[in-house]
């Protein structure tokens, strides 16, 4: 069974600082995977989506990486800003399935 | 163009009550899914619908919850006789083809059980 682990929970920086977000996963047979993002009281809004044939995408300050093999992707957040604060989300689509298996996420605070 | 949308926003129900739930995807988008997203715990997959297709019940947790959707349009998910534990946000969630385009998400319905 696929199990998606975001490790810390929680951290708080100040601005400016560029940020790696970590994302694990227990088995390299997946499809593709996505980093979403969610703020209080809100749905997810997607941010990159990486195919299993890809090593990165990037999309502004956020650039997303993905070793399938080693069952880790990484989100960086270069310059973070207050309006970067949220919670953030990896998911994977296993092979064979449609479904995403998430990760609880990390809830980000970015101090001005 | 317009996004995933959902109704109600939040619902407060006492235990024991019936609910619905809607979910409008983005036009032109085949496939559907329904995720729930309790306090303190990560997104539970509940079930995908894909075209004509059979949906993917699999995730359900239990019959008191059933999901409809009619062609490539609108879906409700239904949830009897609600127990506390279903408090939850309830997410919907579209793509063009599943499984090789992104999930874009509605804002979610929030159910609290009373």
């Known amino acids: 069974k696929q199990e998606v682990t975001q490790i810390p929970a929680a951290l708080s920086v100040p601005e400016g600082e560029n940020l790696v977000l970590n994302c694990s996963f227990t088995?390299?047979?997946?499809?593709?995977l996505q980093w979403f993002r969610q703020d209080p009281g809100k749905g997810l809004t997607s941010l990159l989506l990486?195919?299993?044939?890809?090593r990165e995408q990037t999309s502004g300050r956020l650039n997303a990486s993905l070793d399938k093999s080693s069952g880790r992707s990484t989100l960086y957040i270069a310059a973070s800003q207050p309006g970067d604060s949220a919670t953030y989300l990896c998911?994977?689509?296993?092979?064979?399935?449609?479904?995403?298996?998430f990760g609880k996420g990390m809830k980000l605070t970015v101090n001005p | 163009g317009a996004g995933v949308s959902q109704s109600p926003s939040n619902k407060v129900t006492e235990k024991g009550k019936d609910v619905e739930l809607r979910c409008d995807p983005i036009?032109?988008?085949?496939?559907l899914y329904w995720y729930r997203q309790r306090l303190g715990q990560g997104l539970e997959f509940l079930i995908y619908?894909?075209?004509?297709?059979?949906?993917?019940k699999s995730g359900l947790p239990s019959d008191r919850f059933s999901a409809e959707r009619t062609g490539e349009s609108v879906s409700t998910l239904t949830i009897q006789r609600t127990q506390q534990e279903d408090s939850a946000v309830y997410l919907c969630?579209?793509?063009?083809?599943?499984?090789?385009?992104?999930?874009?998400f509605g804002p979610g319905t929030r159910l609290t059980v009373t």
């Open positions: 036009s032109g988008h085949t496939a």
């Open positions: 619908f894909q075209g004509n297709s059979a949906p993917d």
């Open positions: 088995d390299s047979a997946i499809y593709n």
């Open positions: 990486i195919q299993s044939s890809q």
């Open positions: 969630a579209s793509s063009r083809v599943p499984a090789t385009y992104e999930q874009y």
């Open positions: 998911a994977v689509i296993p092979d064979g399935s449609e479904k995403l298996v």
